[in-house]
């Protein structure tokens, strides 16, 4: 190429990248936003955050500006809530302020506004209000969910009790038992743990609870704009998606054939017969569409979260024995070894509930919540946030809070007790968020983390295949989810 083409390229790239630099720095000075790193042109602060524990970045960066800040995700700001009082003042205080829902692109490419999760405004308002008097009501006065818990409880012992003592990747079999009570919920159904479209589900959610944490996946997050038009690994979780979808459907499809108005068994049925009852309301939000999305939402939420808790909890307690002995000690006082473990038997194990907190407390499964977003434009604190912001509540902040939890890296049933043994309840506990956006599922999470556990210790000794100083701990990976590491162990018959 001629030198002076060469020269005159450079300068035009030069000079481009300098307006640019320029036009991008005086935008970003105009935004009055809460104080924060300065970001770069088109890739914000991310190489000031380590993509592989960005809550724990996130914590870093809040310690420097404060407890509210502005981080730069590629070219959009992001305002951080870090600690209980900031969380508190917006998700409970201000609660309908900042109760719209955050974009994560990859999924607002999927869901489109639709589903319980991903959805805003009054067609949110409308699926959560419906979704929880459902949750909370269902079956019309049928079984009741405890009910559904404890038989899968026993169904889970008979497949525990298969591995004969041997090593085994608890993964599957702990997904099972969750997967099957949310799908008694949604369907009437229930699948044996042996079922290959069942096991089909089990893995392609569990692939894509691991795909949410990729570094391609964040990628896309990021650069939406970009990554669209590239192969790699978000195009397999779109397509897992678009699996469970069809699954769902044709579950729908099943169940509109034999409706039942004075006998509806399930969610669906509910579901369907809401929109039975809006058909002429054009502006109605029941349609397939939401129903589909939104029994993914469920099937998905309730599905691997529990699982992956019960994963880690097992983890946890086998790491250290003192706390499986004293919960053995509580079983055998309170329950025996041949009742049931019922809900009701919390008030009378408080060790045993502490434990379960501090499992979902240490854990820390999603350590920022799902992005919020502020409805309106909002003076919060001394701060000036436009309408559209995304607003992410870091819970991890609150759940290793030192002044609230000693030593909070540590694995500490203690944290939930008081000194004569009594368990002590903390407005800090918060694994499933606080306020309009909190969890519909944190009641049947609760129920079924504390029956499977106690149903499993009932009836085994955990035993690791190592000495237990040397259990790893430490998660896979710690992005959107806390992901928990690969292991085995032996379950002893007691």
Same mark, same amino acid.
């Given at each position: 190429?001629?030198?002076?083409?060469?020269?005159?390229?450079?300068?035009?790239?030069?000079?481009?990248?300098?307006?640019?630099?320029?036009?991008?720095?005086?935008?970003?000075?105009?935004?009055?936003?809460?104080?924060?790193?300065?970001?770069?042109?088109?890739?914000?602060?991310?190489?000031?955050?380590?993509?592989?524990?960005?809550?724990?970045?996130?914590?870093?960066?809040?310690?420097?500006?404060?407890?509210?800040?502005?981080?730069?995700?590629?070219?959009?700001?992001?305002?951080?809530?870090?600690?209980?009082?900031?969380?508190?003042?917006?998700?409970?205080?201000?609660?309908?302020?900042?109760?719209?829902?955050?974009?994560?692109?990859? +999924?607002?490419?999927?869901?489109?506004? &639709?589903? /319980?999760? *991903? $959805?805003?405004?009054?067609?949110? #308002?409308?699926?959560?209000?419906?979704?929880?008097?459902?949750?909370?009501?269902?079956?019309?006065?049928?079984?009741?969910?405890?009910?559904?818990?404890?038989?899968?409880?026993?169904?889970?012992?008979?497949?525990?009790?298969?591995?004969?003592?041997?090593?085994?990747?608890?993964?599957?079999?702990?997904?099972?038992?969750?997967?099957?009570?949310?799908?008694?919920?949604?369907?009437?159904?229930?699948?044996?743990?042996?079922?290959?479209?069942?096991?089909?589900?089990?893995?392609?959610?569990?692939?894509?609870?691991?795909?949410?944490?990729?570094?391609?996946?964040?990628?896309?997050?990021?650069?939406?704009?970009? +990554?669209?038009?590239?192969?790699?690994? &978000?195009? /397999?979780? *779109? $397509?897992?998606?678009?699996?469970? #979808?069809?699954?769902?459907?044709?579950?729908?499809?099943?169940?509109?054939?034999?409706?039942?108005?004075?006998?509806?068994?399930?969610?669906?049925?509910?579901?369907?017969?809401?929109?039975?009852?809006?058909?002429?309301?054009?502006?109605?939000?029941?349609?397939?569409?939401?129903?589909?999305?939104?029994?993914?939402?469920?099937?998905?939420?309730?599905?691997?979260?529990?699982?992956?808790?019960?994963?880690?909890?097992?983890?946890?307690?086998?790491?250290?024995?003192?706390?499986?002995?004293?919960?053995?000690?509580?079983?055998?006082?309170?329950?025996?070894?041949?009742?049931?473990?019922?809900?009701?038997?919390?008030?009378?194990?408080?060790?045993?509930?502490?434990?379960?907190?501090?499992?979902?407390?240490?854990?820390?499964?999603?350590?920022?919540?799902?992005?919020?977003?502020?409805?309106?434009?909002?003076?919060?604190?001394?701060?000036?946030?436009?309408?559209?912001?995304?607003?992410?509540?870091?819970?991890?902040?609150?759940?290793?809070?030192?002044?609230?939890?000693?030593?909070?890296?540590?694995?500490?049933?203690?944290?939930?007790?008081?000194?004569?043994?009594?368990?002590?309840?903390?407005?800090?506990?918060?694994?499933?968020?606080?306020?309009?956006?909190?969890?519909?599922?944190?009641?049947?999470?609760?129920?079924?983390?504390?029956?499977?556990?106690?149903?499993?210790?009932?009836?085994?000794?955990?035993?690791?295949?190592?000495?237990?100083?040397?259990?790893?701990?430490?998660?896979?990976?710690?992005?959107?989810?806390?992901?928990?590491?690969?292991?085995?162990?032996?379950?002893?018959?007691?």
């Amino acid at each position: 190429m001629d030198p002076w083409a060469v020269t005159t390229l450079t300068l035009v790239v030069c000079v481009s990248f300098l307006v640019i630099l320029s036009l991008w720095r005086k935008d970003y000075k105009g935004r009055k936003l809460p104080p924060g790193p300065a970001p770069l042109p088109l890739i914000g602060n991310l190489l000031q955050l380590d993509m592989k524990d960005f809550s724990t970045s996130l914590c870093k960066l809040s310690e420097k500006y404060g407890p509210v800040i502005t981080v730069y995700v590629g070219s959009q700001p992001m305002v951080i809530l870090h600690g209980y009082k900031a969380l508190k003042e917006a998700l409970i205080d201000q609660g309908d302020i900042f109760g719209g829902r955050g974009k994560i692109p990859i +999924f607002d490419d999927i869901y489109k506004g &639709h589903g /319980i999760v *991903f $959805s805003h405004g009054e067609k949110w #308002k409308q699926i959560r209000r419906f979704s929880l008097m459902t949750l909370r009501n269902f079956g019309m006065g049928k079984r009741s969910i405890e009910e559904r818990i404890q038989e899968e409880a026993q169904f889970l012992l008979e497949e525990l009790r298969k591995t004969n003592g041997q090593p085994f990747d608890p993964t599957f079999i702990l997904g099972c038992a969750p997967c099957n009570v949310i799908s008694s919920i949604l369907f009437h159904q229930r699948f044996n743990y042996d079922n290959e479209e069942f096991l089909s589900m089990m893995r392609i959610l569990n692939d894509n609870f691991i795909l949410l944490n990729s570094p391609v996946v964040q990628l896309y997050n990021n650069f939406p704009w970009l +990554f669209r038009y590239f192969p790699g690994l &978000h195009k /397999i979780f *779109f $397509s897992n998606i678009n699996i469970l #979808k069809e699954f769902i459907l044709e579950k729908t499809k099943k169940h509109q054939e034999i409706l039942d108005p004075n006998n509806l068994k399930n969610y669906i049925d509910c579901f369907l017969y809401k929109m039975k009852q809006d058909q002429k309301n054009l502006e109605s939000v029941f349609d397939l569409e939401n129903l589909a999305i939104t029994a993914m939402d469920l099937f998905d939420a309730g599905t691997e979260t529990t699982s992956s808790t019960l994963r880690y909890g097992l983890l946890l307690i086998m790491k250290h024995p003192e706390v499986q002995d004293k919960i053995h000690e509580e079983i055998d006082r309170v329950i025996g070894q041949h009742r049931t473990p019922s809900i009701k038997d919390k008030l009378e194990m408080p060790y045993t509930e502490a434990v379960m907190h501090e499992i979902q407390r240490y854990v820390n499964l999603t350590p920022f919540s799902l992005p919020h977003q502020v409805t309106c434009d909002t003076q919060f604190q001394q701060y000036f946030i436009p309408k559209g912001t995304t607003v992410l509540p870091l819970l991890s902040s609150v759940l290793f809070d030192p002044k609230e939890f000693p030593n909070p890296h540590e694995f500490d049933p203690g944290h939930f007790l008081n000194k004569d043994g009594s368990f002590r309840k903390s407005d800090y506990f918060m694994p499933f968020s606080i306020g309009k956006r909190a969890c519909v599922g944190e009641g049947l999470a609760k129920m079924e983390l504390f029956l499977f556990l106690v149903t499993i210790l009932q009836n085994f000794t955990l035993k690791s295949t190592i000495d237990t100083k040397e259990i790893n701990i430490k998660p896979c990976s710690t992005g959107l989810f806390t992901v928990p590491p690969k292991f085995q162990l032996c379950l002893l018959p007691r």
